[in-house]
């Protein structure tokens, strides 16, 4: 897989104020006190060394903008503590003074949510950058929440261990921000979710406290498990400073097989055949439609991966095990049943580490090729398998009854609504390839997607979580009970709603 | 693995109540409102069958005293709602009226968590017993909490797949039960706690408010991941009425292994070992010392698995996966590279389904075994892998200091400190077998055995949790800080403490 460093294009223009963008669904929540220099005084204190806080105009764009530049908050002011103590007494002034707080990791999400709307103050976790402890016979990492997500996996590497999450941004990411986030990215299928892997978290809450749980071991059954709460609360609840995570032995052998299949039934039947025959290795099953391995091919302006072209579905099977000879074995009886049983119409595997890379690359390449003609609405939804195709295709039947779409008629703004995703966890990415951004467009996308999402029963974020983008959205995927409840924990661990407002609920 | 209907030793003397037994340490809380007959008229209404109420002494015996027959409440009340709207019902009646309630599944808990103390009301699950659905597809099981695991288990092997949970008590357990005590068991090495593989709960809150995140899907980012809460909660904050969870594929062979070594820094290194070369298909590493072999071959009179007997420390291994001849050969080739370095003395491995059952029979009566010679004293523990084994050699040391222990010597009270145990998840078992309980030795103890649990960073109960034995000792586990947050959310969802009353925190 790709490790991408987030670079920013600085060649696209100025990015627009969130504030004025969405001047129509946000205000100052004047119950927040403005910073003052009294203020700065009290942090440079904290600090001891004025390199931890950052006022330049031109060093906080950095940490105002998302990396799509898309968002940008106008804070005046970002702390850089080196330890938890100092997060801690940063936040109990901020939450005593009712200065308002935006956590930060790598500043690689994809909602908003990690950037300011207005004035809030930024607490990047960067400078806590340490990896605390492993543990060689259990495979349980400590680390500090501002480790860079490729640091901590290449750590464990040496040590024979695998990081048991991986993501596109994985050269820039956090972490703490990765907990934070309860990102879900490529090893989901094989290794579970963070709510599993993660044995302990130190937080610190909006009023100084230090949670800390971090001595758990894999099996704890005394009380509550509170970390749960903090994984994917988006900086909402408390500032993570430290990860405790339980970390697989790292594979031997990978094998990596790029399908073509004709019909959406044959895709699940793959699905479930794999999940029998290659059951234990199988660690990636990956699903492109057809249209949007040709918008692909027009960007990469290279051939396709299965040479006789054009079929309806693909698909891409990672295996990954310890031991090669075996792994082959079974991928080969998988597919030669599968073929065989005429659910496969065409397949490469990968026979070497170049091929394996460069058919990831493919797959990961569908993001930058659908954004690649002018623009790109996406949806990053979840939805039960027998439907997770028929969003794709009820969005373009509806952008095409309005005439509003056509793959190579210039003239009209959208080019093609594609889908692929992570179907092993029933994760779909609904791209809208537009020439332009275009009123009629979002109209017609929303809310029809979100409302068909609720009625077909499925998530309107499966790993990009709500941020400030899809904060309204919430109610599309959760009761009015589950809001209420939501509601009631943000109130309790954050009464002055100093962390992270304006977002998530 | 044997499945264990809990039949009750009906031939040990009666139970006494555990508000005798605990006297000292335990009040009824005045607080509540005892059972009047405008209640159990109330009941009658919602319930609409006589037969869903139980009020028969000899018949409320059953739901009053825990299987091991330690704990005995004195309830007069016993309901078995069929619907959850009937649970919900129930629990606004008795959170308004101030009636305590004990939520109860299939009674096979060690800690006392699901009987009353005093006169609480039972309500039981065990009519909520239908599978709601299951997805063959994502292999997403739906299922009513007062489903038996094994009933659960048998209806996911027609389809092909495992629940990922599997205990002793299986054949009496409920599905809402493991969760809402977050069960360990046998498979957690393999698939995961619960945390990760429980992807929606239904739970009735004291209010009556009825939760469900039941259509969730494998991953779904929006909103605090409330259902965690419950997971463990032992009946404290709501009664779980619905499970949705994430089946694995039935894995097509299994194979065991059960080996002698000589030393524990060898155990570690055939772990490290076993973990590396049999990596996806270790389904199981269970630790046993040699003591507690002696005491079952005492006990089952039989030899031992290993003819050549007498090592310290034995271990079994447990391999599942999709391929028997690709799985014998990982392990194969792992004993060999194991016996050639010298960490393994001695071993066997299970020919057919008979010897496979044999071994693990041999494993599962370790617990009948050390209880055998008269009583015993259980410690469930979790314990950093260096330090596992020093609590079990730190026992034995005090309880010999003090005179007090003698294999062979009728006279002593204790016959042997043992130790065995899920080494995969750092989960240990020390069991004393005594010949008579004796406060002498259980001075000795305790707290010592909690005091060097926290002294070492472990966990004083690794899967049976907390309920009424161990609602003393959660500080020797958690942090002051900690405790504070576990009470702030049980006041904050059960302000009226109606649920599970004098247990858990």
Known sequence: ???????????????????????????????????????LKFFESVLKDKNYLITNEDDLDFFN???????????KLVLKPKTTEQVSEILKYCNEKKLAVVPQGGNTGLVGGSNPIFDEIIL????????????EVSGILKSDAGVILENADN???EKGYLFPLDLGAKGSCHVGGVVATNAGGLRLLRYGSLHGTVLGLEAVLPDGTIYSSMDSLRKDNTGYDLKQLFIGSEGTLGVITGVSIL???????????FLAVSSYEAVQKVFTGARRELS?????????DGTS???????????????????PYYILIETSGSNKEH??????????????????DDGVVAQDETQLRNLWNWRESLPEATAHWGGVYKYDVSLPLKDYYKLVEATNQRLSERGLIDLDDDSKPVVEAVGYGHLGDGNLHLNVAVREYNKEVEKALEPFVYEWIKEHKGSISAEHGLGFQKKNYIGYSKSDIEIKMIKEIKNHYDPNCILNPYKYV
């Open 1 to 39: 897989m790709r490790s991408i460093r987030v670079n920013r294009n600085y060649s696209t223009k100025t990015v627009a104020l969130t504030a004025e963008t969405y001047s129509d669904k946000v205000k100052r929540d004047e119950r927040f006190k403005k910073l003052e220099d009294s203020d």
């Open 65 to 75: 903008e998302d990396w799509m530049r898309k968002y940008k908050g106008q804070s």
């Open 327 to 344: 792994d082959d074995e079974k991928l080969e009886t998988f597919l030669g049943n599968a073929m065989e049983e005429g659910l496969v």
């Open 247 to 257: 970390c697989p032995a790292r594979p031997a052998a990978s094998n990596v097989a």
């Open 293 to 311: 391995q040709e918008l692909t091919r027009r960007y990469l302006k290279l051939d396709y991966p299965i040479e006789s072209g054009d079929y």
């Open 124 to 135: 990047s976790v960067a400078n806590l950058n340490k990896i605390r402890s492993f543990d």
């Open 155 to 157: 750590f464990l590497a």
């Open 280 to 288: 234990e290795i199988l660690s990636a099953f990956e699903f492109m």
